[in-house]
């Protein structure tokens, strides 16, 4: 079974402070898929980042960054220079590769980050 | 292209009657997931539909049922209401095939009284 876990549940941070969210997963699978999402106040899940498995490399997306470690089964997400903007709960999910688990998430409890002014 | 919507926005309901939620996924994209949001369990599978398919279910009761039509639309259907159905329920789009990224309605609140 497939289980992911934030550990954080909530961060309250000052505005232009640096943000990291852990999260760890669980799988038997060789082959995954690992997603971050972000809900505002307004409830809608927003899509941030897919990254497979088999792809290590880090990446950066404006003050958007990810950590992925299969070593530690670890994908962590820091937010550089926070905004009020990034208030929101985030979570990280993870999918299975094989034929019949199709689009399936897993989702980590989330963490609720305050960025305040 | 217009995403993801989901209606009713909100619900009331009592104990015992039943409810049917609607989704309209984004434009060419086959593949539709519900997923329910509760503060106690928090964001949890109940199934994926892909070209009228179920292809997945999560560990959900039998009340719980879903179809998808030849355009993609999709309705999930609770009967026989319980207090602790009152929920989030999200709706999630994707191309298809699988583990693509999915876009996710705004929602429909379900209160069940």
């Known amino acids: 079974a497939q289980k992911v876990t934030q550990a954080q549940t909530e961060i309250s941070v000052v505005e232009k402070e640096d943000v990291t969210l852990d999260c760890v997963y669980e799988t038997r699978d060789t082959t995954y898929y690992l997603f971050w999402y972000k809900q505002p106040p307004s409830g809608e899940l927003v899509f941030l980042i897919r990254r497979n498995s088999f792809d290590e490399q880090n990446e950066i997306s404006g003050r958007y960054s990810w950590n992925f470690q299969k070593s530690t089964s670890s994908f962590n997400f820091t937010i550089t220079a926070s905004q009020v903007v990034d208030s929101a709960v985030y979570f990280c999910?993870?999918?299975?590769?094989?034929?019949?688990?199709?689009?399936?998430?897993?989702f980590g409890g989330g963490t609720r980050v305050l960025v305040k002014p | 292209k217009a995403g993801v919507t989901q209606t009713p926005r909100y619900l009331i309901k009592t104990r015992g009657q039943q409810v049917t939620l609607s989704c309209s996924p984004i434009?060419?994209?086959?593949?539709v997931s519900w997923y329910q949001q509760t503060p106690g369990q928090g964001l949890q599978f109940l199934f994926e539909y892909f070209s009228e398919t179920q292809r997945n279910k999560g560990n959900f009761p039998g009340r719980f049922s879903g179809r998808q039509f030849s355009n993609s639309r999709s309705e999930m259907n609770v009967s026989t209401l319980e207090l602790g159905d009152s929920a989030l329920y999200l709706c999630a789009s994707s191309l298809g095939g699988q583990n693509y990224e999915q876009y996710f309605g705004p929602g429909t609140r379900l209160t069940v009284t």
């Open positions: 434009s060419g994209h086959r593949s």
């Open positions: 999910a993870l999918s299975e590769a094989q034929r019949a688990a199709g689009n399936k998430l897993t």
